[in-house]
Nanobody, 123 residues
């Protein structure tokens, strides 16, 4: 049974930092794409950052220069380092994984999802 479990969310002031972690179990994702999505209140879920099995990464423009996605393939984990947080970064952050190594910008290409972790950025 595949599980993705996020942690590291919380309340932070604008300008602060948080590091989200996602622990995968049930299978190895070392060669698969994994990513982070978020859903702000009243909005649809959107991609934040994703990483392919080869180590390639993609970060959306709204967080570029502030957020970094990284992975520890030995530990079967993916991280999202978030710096210079803004109130508009508030939302539930989800970890997701594919079964192939090519990352996708389309959430429908990710069959595995975590339950999410809440990030709240106060102004």
């Amino acid at each position: 049974q595949v599980q993705l479990v996020e942690s590291g969310g919380g309340l932070v002031q604008a300008g602060g930092s948080l590091r989200l972690s996602c622990a995968a179990s049930g299978r190895t994702f070392s060669g698969a794409a994994m990513g982070w999505f978020r859903q702000a209140p009243g909005k649809e879920r959107e991609l934040v950052a994703t990483s392919g099995g080869s180590g390639s990464t993609y970060v959306v423009d709204s967080v570029k220069g502030r957020f970094t996605i990284s992975r520890d393939v030995v530990k079967n984990m993916v991280y999202l380092q978030m710096n210079s947080l803004k109130p508009e970064d508030t939302g539930i952050y989800y970890c997701a994984a594919r079964t192939t190594g090519v990352y996708s910008l389309n959430e429908e290409r990710y069959p595995y999802w975590g339950q999410g972790t809440l990030v709240t950025v106060s102004s």
